[in-house]
């Protein structure tokens, strides 16, 4: 085939005053292009989503009044299959926060080889704003609204920041009811009761934990005995922390919205879990002393575990940070310029699309359990885990050394080349 010359347009919805965390995801994807050969004829097609919906999400509130919300379902792109990737509730989701999440999916499903695309869906709301009562209507009216892109084969959900299993009971119980059967493929991550996979909670601190050991497997840096530092401690750091510790690393200091503690003996991880399952943060938590947030970015470590949200990892905290590796638990919370100064600096990092790849992951077992009825035990699930885990691990591993180039772009070009080679040989319709 003759390579012409591309011809695009600009996104004209897109705020370049807030060019975050898009315009991350963009220059992620544009690394990739020097090592993509004929391929990169099609990159242009993962810079611009596939196709976005923007609903409003209206309910009563409690006190009788109405409130509107504002929500979002983002396919970046189907070329390999439906759409995967979570909901997120929270007061700083914006349009292009959704993009780059559902730009992040894409890579991670193809990276791991799952055979899926990649979107994501938001409301913007604090959900500890709202009651049980209201989040239900929040959950109901968007479910609704997105029903016409998402179902077991279009597009199927999941939970992420702010979302849990409550959250897609609703949303299976929704869309089930306006299509009039139960659909518990259309939704992943919800209770083992209504067709839930055992083990799909943990899965992503339990994926985190794989990709830091096999990290430090490369690197002679057991996890026994390291000092790993978590920055978010809700489900995906929470779990983490306690598998590094089952493990035998120490938690030497913790991070949540409301503050940070440190304990050089290590962190009692179940009492800290307990405590934030009474009082909904680690505030108050007697098990370690509290530090300021400039303290906890230069704690002595061996990993360090973002696992809150995106672009927490600035340049400037780069160039602070005392660890030997980065695990990335969280979608996007490293900056390109931060990325390159990591690098400089020796400090590996395991990127997003491999080391939280773990929850996705299951899911897709849950989605296939749930088409064939046909359930797992929690042992066969863990040990399907661990090796798509490694056995993507080391792919993306061996491409970082063949290249020379990070474990971030290597795991970018594996994923690139399958999504682009789907687009390829499908072709463009008309
Ligand atoms: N929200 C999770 C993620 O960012 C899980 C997505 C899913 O299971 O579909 O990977």
């Known amino acids: 085939m003759t390579i012409m010359a591309n011809h695009h347009s600009s996104l004209s919805y897109l705020d370049t005053a807030r060019p975050e965390p898009w315009a991350s995801f ?8 020097p090592h993509l050969g004929p391929l990169s004829h099609w990159l242009e097609t993962l810079k611009r989503p596939k196709r976005i919906l923007m609903v409003d999400v209206p309910i009563i509130r409690d006190d009788g009044t109405i409130g509107h919300y504002e929500g979002y379902r983002v396919q970046h792109n189907l070329s390999r299959g439906p759409g995967k990737g979570g909901v997120r509730f929270h007061p700083a989701v914006t349009l292009n926060e959704v993009m780059a999440l559902a730009g992040w999916m894409t890579v991670k499903n193809a990276a791991l080889g799952l055979p899926f695309g990649g979107a994501k869906g938001g409301v913007r709301i604090d959900p500890r704003r709202f009651s049980r009562a209201e989040l239900e209507r929040i959950t109901r009216r968007y479910t609704s609204e997105i029903g016409i892109v998402i179902g077991p084969d279009k597009d199927i959900p999941a939970p992420d920041v702010g979302t849990n299993e409550q959250t897609m009971a609703w949303m299976m119980d929704t869309y089930s009811v306006n299509v009039g059967h139960t659909a518990s493929g259309v939704v992943t991550g919800k209770p083992i009761a209504l067709g839930g996979s055992l083990g799909r909670q943990e899965a992503t601190g339990r994926g985190v934990y794989i990709a830091a050991r096999e990290a430090g497997l490369r690197r002679g840096i057991p996890v026994a005995g390291a000092r790993v ?9 929470g779990i983490a922390a306690r598998i590094f510790r089952e493990n035998g690393a120490k938690a030497i200091a913790l991070q949540d919205a409301d503050g940070a503690i440190a ?21 108050g938590f007697a098990g370690g002393e509290a530090i300021s947030g400039e303290d906890f970015w230069q704690m002595d470590c061996e990993y360090f575990v973002p696992a809150a949200l995106e672009g927490q990892v600035t340049p400037a905290r780069a160039r602070n940070l005392r660890t030997k590796i980065v695990v990335e638990g969280a979608n996007g919370p490293t900056t390109p310029a931060a990325d390159d100064i990591l690098h400089e600096r020796n400090i590996l990092v395991i990127p997003d699309v491999l080391a939280n790849a773990g929850g996705v992951t299951v899911s897709y077992f849950e989605w296939v359990q749930d088409f064939s009825s046909f359930f797992w035990s929690e042992e066969e699930i863990n040990a399907r885990l661990e090796s798509i885990m490694v056995k993507a691990f080391a792919a993306i591993w061996q491409m970082a050394e063949e290249r020379q180039v990070s474990i971030r772009t290597a795991a970018f070009i594996i994923a690139c080349q399958r999504v682009l080679a789907a687009r390829e040989q499908r072709g463009l319709y008309p």
């Open 26 to 33: 963009i220059e992620q994807i544009d690394r990739v292009a």
């Open 263 to 283: 304990n050089p003996a290590g962190i009692d991880i179940p009492a800290a879990l307990t405590h934030v399952a009474a009082h909904g943060s680690l505030a």
């Open 229 to 237: 530092v978590i920055q978010g401690f809700g489900n995906v750091g």
